[in-house]
């Protein structure tokens, strides 16, 4: 597969689109350009960051280029969490169908053909930005998208540092599970 700038789209098949964007600044968007609110996350922010009508998503801010695979099951895909630094899962409500990534100044990167409704998206993050290519460091990111029911925000792997930055608790209660319990109650 080439390597794409922002605007170029590989479609492997049609539930597939493969694109690599600039990251001068360590987000990007998957966007349904509409006023509507994605009722199935609050506006917490995190790695991922909902606002009217498109979802904000974080990347390593060490990466100058992020790779960003979008893919659509027609079920709860194959659990590939062990491969990535830090994966969160939430519920996804598409109002229209017509979702599209966009690179941080909201240029157009891929086109993402859903059907209108309810959808759990798992959202991937590799930062591989520490290996150097030819285009500069890179990160990757997946995204997943199957038909679900909405249901709460998930993070079901935080080891990297982005995740950390973003969601800390995952760090601390696993700190906190790890403090020995003392033997005589507190007073």
């Not at 492997?12 to 996350?41: M, Q, W």
């Not at 520490?130 to 995204?143: M, P, S």
Request: glycine share 8%; with cysteine.
């Amino acid at each position: 597969m080439k390597t794409m700038a922002t605007g170029d789209v590989t479609t492997a098949h049609p539930d597939r689109v493969v694109c690599v964007l600039d990251a001068k600044y360590p987000y990007f968007y998957l966007s349904e350009n509409t006023s509507l609110i994605n009722p199935g996350l609050s506006t917490w922010t995190g790695m991922v960051t909902a606002s009217r009508g498109k979802l904000q998503l974080q990347v390593p801010w060490t990466a100058e280029w992020v790779r960003v695979v979008t893919e659509i099951h027609p079920g709860e895909p194959d659990d590939v969490v062990e491969a990535y630094d830090d994966v969160i899962e939430l519920g996804y409500w598409s109002a229209t169908g017509l979702a599209a990534v966009l690179d941080w100044s909201q240029t157009l990167a891929g086109p993402v053909d859903l059907l209108p409704g309810d959808y759990r998206l798992r959202y991937h993050v590799r930062d591989s930005s520490r290996e150097e290519t030819g285009r500069g460091k890179v990160a990757e990111a997946l995204i997943q998208l199957w038909r679900a029911r909405l249901g709460a925000k998930e993070e079901l792997r935080i080891t990297g540092a982005l995740g950390n930055f973003w969601h800390p608790g995952a760090r601390l209660r696993s700190v906190w599970n790890d403090l020995p319990c003392p033997s005589t109650p507190l007073r």
